[in-house]
């Protein structure tokens, strides 16, 4: 199966928005809503950030969001700071009834 | 509070098995969602290897499909994952999780290499 496309790295400034990018095709992102996003700093495990497209886990920060607009999922984070500079995945289930993950995006706070 | 664990080998030489135990503790297997396996290479992105509910229910990544075989022990709380026929490109950090197409609940993981 293949990878879901995500750019490789995204930037921005603390307090400003950033918004990662993630597309499939209409067999995982555009044909489901089951997309979820993981924050992954260096060394640790994956964190879940969002999930069915745009529901945040309690305890995940508000000014983390999820967004779906055909066949592309997008992650927005607000008011960027600087914990947030870390790995980010998307996650797809796919019509293999299975999930595919995107490449990952490096989020640099400058 | 749910926790995960993984353990085994570190080593795994090419050709033969790759054989982990995920240990699941704060949460009984038996009382319901999904447990699964996912890898990560050396500094390269997350790979879905599949999942597994208490009643034997199952699915798998299609590229991995042929050489992986996923169990679960209700008795111990826990579930395994087997992967025939390593090579160099499985080596990376397996990582056992919860839940059906998403994952709120992640071991530390485990990394394993695969050499001579």
């Known amino acids: 199966q293949s990878a879901l496309t995500q750019p490789a790295s995204v930037s921005g400034s603390p307090g400003q928005s950033i918004t990662i990018s993630c597309t499939g095709t209409?067999?995982?992102?555009?044909?489901?809503?089951?997309v979820s996003w993981y924050q992954q700093h260096p060394g640790k495990a994956p964190k879940i950030m969002i999930y069915?497209?745009?529901d945040r886990p309690s305890g995940v920060s508000n000014r983390f969001s999820g967004s779906k607009s055909g066949n592309t999922a997008s992650l927005t984070i607000s008011g960027l700071q600087a914990e947030d500079e870390a790995d980010y995945y998307c996650?797809?289930?796919?019509?293999?009834?299975?999930?595919?993950f995107g490449g990952g995006t490096k989020l640099t706070v400058l | 509070q749910v926790q995960l664990q993984e353990s085994g080998p570190g080593l795994v030489k090419p050709s033969e098995t790759l054989s982990l135990t995920c240990t699941v503790s704060?949460?009984?297997?038996?009382?319901?969602?999904?447990w699964g396996w996912i890898r990560q290479p050396p500094g390269k992105g997350l790979e879905w290897i599949g999942l597994?509910?208490?009643?034997?229910?199952?699915y798998y990544n299609p590229s991995l499909k042929s050489r992986v075989i996923l169990s679960v022990d209700t008795s111990k709380n826990q579930f395994f994952l087997k992967l025939s026929s390593v090579t160099a490109a499985d080596t990376a950090v397996y990582y056992c999780?919860?839940?059906?197409?998403?994952?709120?609940?992640w071991g530390q993981g485990t990394l394993v290499t695969v050499s001579s």
């Open positions: 999780a919860r839940d059906l197409w998403h994952h709120a609940y």
């Open positions: 704060g949460y009984s297997i038996s009382s319901g969602y999904y």
């Open positions: 597994i509910h208490h009643s034997g229910s199952t």
């Open positions: 209409s067999s995982d992102v555009g044909g489901y809503n089951y």
């Open positions: 069915d497209v745009s």
């Open positions: 996650s797809s289930y796919t019509i293999s009834s299975s999930v595919a």
